[in-house]
Nanobody, 124 residues
Framework: QGRLVESGGGFVQAGASLRLSCAASGRTFENFAMGWFRQAPGKEREFVAAINWSGGNTYYADSVKGRFAISRENAKNTLYLQMNRLKPEDTAVYYC?????????????????WGQGAQVTTSS
């Protein structure tokens, strides 16, 4: 069994930066694609960013492209999301997830393992 644990969330003002981390344990995820999703109150979970197993390919939602950067360190079994120029509409619970050979990196149904989530709140 694998376990994913997010950290690094918090309360910031608009324009600030945060870096989320996702530590994996229980098994290696170096052969898995990894992704970040978020869910705001009253809204469905939405795709934020994803990265393939090697880190060579990254994918972003249009709403975060140019502001967020996903990366991974397989040696540390850790996934990151650097979030810059945060906006109030980025406020949500952020989840990391792992998928084995996903057909669609943005589809949450393809992800097998999920973390418990980290709250990110951006004030205006």
């Amino acid at each position: 069994q694998g376990r994913l644990v997010e950290s690094g969330g918090g309360f910031v003002q608009a324009g600030a930066s945060l870096r989320l981390s996702c530590a994996a344990s229980g098994r290696t995820f170096e052969n898995f694609a990894m992704g970040w999703f978020r869910q705001a109150p009253g809204k469905e979970r939405e795709f934020v960013a994803a990265i393939n197993w090697s880190g060579g390919n990254t994918y972003y939602a249009d709403s975060v492209k140019g502001r967020f950067a996903i990366s991974r360190e397989n040696a540390k079994n850790t996934l990151y999301l650097q979030m810059n120029r945060l906006k109030p509409e980025d406020t949500a619970v952020y989840y990391c997830a792992a998928a084995k050979d996903p057909r669609d990196y943005s589809d949450p149904s393809g992800y097998l393992f999920w973390g418990q989530g980290a709250q990110v709140t951006t004030s205006s």
